[in-house]
């Protein structure tokens, strides 16, 4: 489904975005496009197919003034009981927490990034795959702790609740 639906939706809005004269798509697939994800091995070759299946499109209608994007999503909590469950989970939890900027990704997140590329601010932005993951996608296994990096300081105080104080546009919700 995921790249069979993305597949005909595109197939079919596509000439009338041309017809109108121009416009933007944005396809949204998952980390597991970039990552592989053990056990998920379907799952993960459908979000990499979508990924090629942007950058194909993009190539071609192009000439026809229409851009074509793909926002790779990251762990976002939606409020889903399975998601809820995994958040509260005592030992998955606090993972994803500690490598998502310290928080888990917002609709809001995801909404934002797909609003600035269908804008005309992102006008010459085409064949783009976009991660919105928290920097998720930058790591090479989540279960692996990094040592500090030499040349930057160790043992550095993290103010663990400033995402929470902070709207997805980076304003402060409760100064303190």
């Known amino acids: ?14 000439p009338e975005i041309v017809r109108s004269g121009g416009g933007s798509v944005v396809h949204i697939a998952s980390t597991a496009a970039m990552q592989g994800r053990a056990g998920l091995d379907a799952y993960t070759a459908s979000k990499g ?3 090629s299946l942007t950058r ?3 190539a071609y209608y192009s000439r026809y003034s ?6 790779v999503s990251g762990f976002v909590d939606t409020g889903e009981p399975a ?3 995994m958040l509260e989970d005592p030992q998955f939890g606090p993972m994803i927490r500690k490598y998502y900027q310290g928080r888990v990704g917002t609709p809001s997140d995801i909404a934002y990034t797909a609003a600035h590329l269908v804008s005309n601010q992102a006008g010459f932005i085409t064949g783009a795959i976009v991660p919105v993951d928290g920097g998720a996608t930058g790591l090479s296994h989540m279960d692996r702790q990094v040592a500090d990096m030499p040349g930057f300081p160790s043992g550095v105080e993290v103010d663990t609740q400033a995402a929470d104080r902070l709207s997805t ?8």
């Not at 229409?66 to 926002?71: A, E, F, K, S």
């Not at 546009?169 to 303190?176: D, H, K, L, T």
């Open 83 to 85: 998601i809820r469950a």
């Open 56 to 58: 194909s499109m993009a």
């Open 66 to 71: 229409v851009r074509v994007n793909c926002l």
């Open 169 to 176: 546009a980076g304003a402060e919700v409760n100064p303190s």
């Open 1 to 14: 489904m995921n790249t069979t639906g993305t597949f005909l939706a595109s197939k079919y809005a596509l």
């Open 49 to 51: 197919a979508m990924v």
